[in-house]
């Protein structure tokens, strides 16, 4: 029981730090909403762990805990490629910068008689 | 007048090799007349920097840009920003030609390249053309086992991917026309760059010629080139790019 409240207590935590960070807007809305329905998912199956082995049976799926970590496993793959996206992106931006401060300087030599 | 640039993109090479290969070009320019030549040369942040000045290059028949990343990008990048320069520029460049001046190159075969490309009489800011130099179609020396057994594998990864039954898929002797390069937008920095510029290039719906060329492999040029083990790296970005575009 201690494990469980320990438990709610950090993923509590978490999901108000998320909403602290929507509120200031430090991240896109859109993202934190993910994050937060997920969250608020893992809070519901801490609290109602029948509800999840019923939610798991749905999808077909036996157990709860199985539900759980297909689900994890999707997320992850999900996360990944959002990361090699947003690095992707940031990569690019960078590599503007420097192209734009490089072709300003350029230097140009004319042949010799032309 | 035919005008034509050179990219060339240079990354902690040694300024005796740029020096040699900068020089070869020049010989064989200078042995062709009628073409109004620019030398598009790209140092991507070298560390140390080259150490050769743009003045000590020996370019007597072509004017030259030097362009210098604050930062290495990567050959992609660099390569794309030549382009970019070439893009931006207001002069109408008809045939734009890329090689390495790390001595696998032999700058009179590029310029071979690049009359072939001019006598076929294409309207070069029109028609998108592209004529690849191709070590398999030519000759190489010292060239290793397994990099020929990888280079054939990419061969067959290529047209797996884009469709293209080119010899060899990553060579950097390539000449294009403007319209050709118009159309190319280099987005990886790293030597995946080359499957990139093919995929831009069939999406262009461009003309792909082959011309037999020779690729010399010395101890510098293995030091200083592509490893084997960046296959892998380069067949993680085609997929990503098909699944992450």
Redesign the interface.
Known sequence: MIYRLLGLVVLAYFFLSLTGLRRRRAVASRVLAVYQLILLFIILAFLFPDASNRAAHFVGITRGADFGIYSLSLFFLFLS?RL??VS?AS??S??RL??E???Q????????G? | MNRVAFLVRSYNESAEVVRENMSALDRALGSRGGWDVTVVFVEDGSAPALALRPTEFGLAHADLVFVRHPIRLGPGAALETAMEYVRRSAAPFEAIATFDPDGQHVPEELCTMVETLLAGGVDCARVSAVVMGSRFLGTTTSMRPARRRLLRAARWLLRLFYGFQLTDAHNGMRVFTRRALESIRLKSSDFSYASELLEELRKAGARLHEYPVTIRYTDYSRRKGQKNANALAILKEMILRKLVP
Request: glycine residues 0%.
């Open positions: 490629f090699v996206q992707r990569q690019e960078t590599q420097v192209r401060i490089a072709l300087q350029a230097v140009l030599l004319r042949r010799r032309s």
